[in-house]
């Protein structure tokens, strides 16, 4: 899980007392107990603190068990099937007792091409230590400083001769905690933002997405929904959405199974998708967080 205290990752002390933009990762940063925030990030992890059950311990193992989600959706499509490409949207947001998402990859699939794509500047300089560019059959991981929330962004991409993509092979897409932080003024929706990457994708394609919601039996859902709310009126995030919205960031594609134990297709809490092992603990707010993973395509098999 992850560690008490997290090892400065982005400007040194000295110059974060001069900068109070509010940024996603280091808002999740203070979230999960790390010290690479600004006053203005703690203000906000504050309000989301209010909407979720625990609290900031709450949100710690949310985000942490987002990371794990993220974790198992490569594996289970680096074992089963033929995807050798990954775009991920935001570099690691919290600490865990894993390596970068891109080392876990590369551990299954040496030869993998990892494209990180980092819209706040400063988060994508730090995650340049990632950047290799250049394969002579081994890993690949390159990091672009580019708007995640761009429909066309897949685009540019694929037209870059700077990124190493190959437009003609599927790729596993990974949209997991950064749409519920897409700005309210933004112009555009999750669905749209999503809709326009998923038409650009190549056939044969997975997209992963994560997004918070407030379940309907949730102890004290209506608080949880003011919080909610608030937070949208005062801070322009839409942390929370109805399951039912989250469904449309599919563009209709169909869901794989979640698990080996069902054949129903189906968003799950992300705890609950493809679990290495019994869940033998669960909490309450592992229900906030909803993941699922499409196929675009021919049907892929359930199991």
């Known amino acids: 899980m992850s560690s008490s205290v997290a090892e400065p990752r982005l400007l040194p002390s000295e110059q974060l007392a001069g900068q109070e933009r509010r940024s996603r990762v280091r808002v999740i940063d203070a979230l ?8 203005e990030d703690r203000r906000v992890a504050d309000k989301i603190a209010q909407v979720l059950p625990g609290g900031f311990e709450g949100a710690k193992r949310l985000f942490t068990e987002d990371f794990w989600f993220r974790v198992r959706v490569c594996r289970m499509l680096l074992a089963r ?4 490409q990954f775009v991920l949207f935001g570099v690691d947001q919290c600490e865990t007792s894993a390596a970068p ?5 590369h551990r299954d699939a040496p030869d993998a091409v990892v494209v990180y794509v980092e819209p706040e500047l400063d988060s ?22 580019d708007n995640m929330y761009d429909p066309a962004l897949l685009t540019r991409l694929f037209e870059s001769s700077s990124v190493p993509l190959d437009d003609s092979e599927p790729v596993a897409l990974l949209h997991c905690a950064t749409l519920p932080f897409l700005p309210s003024d933004s112009g555009t929706t999750p669905a749209e933002i999503t809709a326009g990457q998923i038409d650009t994708l190549p056939e044969g394609s997975f997209v992963a997405v994560s997004h918070l ?5 949730a102890a004290d859902r209506a608080a949880a929904v003011r919080a909610a709310n608030v937070l949208d009126e005062t801070v322009g995030t839409r942390l929370c959405r109805p399951e039912t919205e989250i469904a449309t960031f599919f563009g209709g594609l169909p869901l794989v199974v979640p698990s080996p134990l069902t054949t129903a297709p189906a968003l799950v809490p992300c705890s609950k998708w493809y679990p290495a092992g019994p869940l033998l603990e669960q909490a309450a707010v592992d229900n906030f967080n909803l993941g699922a993973v499409a196929h675009k395509g021919k049907p892929w098999p359930s199991v």
Do not use: M
């Open 32 to 39: 999960v107990g790390g010290k690479d925030n600004y006053a």
């Open 81 to 84: 099937t033929e995807v050798s």
């Open 101 to 105: 998402l891109h080392k876990v990859v």
């Open 124 to 145: 994508a300089t730090h995650a340049l230590e990632f950047d290799t560019r250049t394969n002579e059959r081994g890993p690949v991981v390159h990091v672009v400083h």
């Open 213 to 217: 919601s407030i379940p309907d039996g």
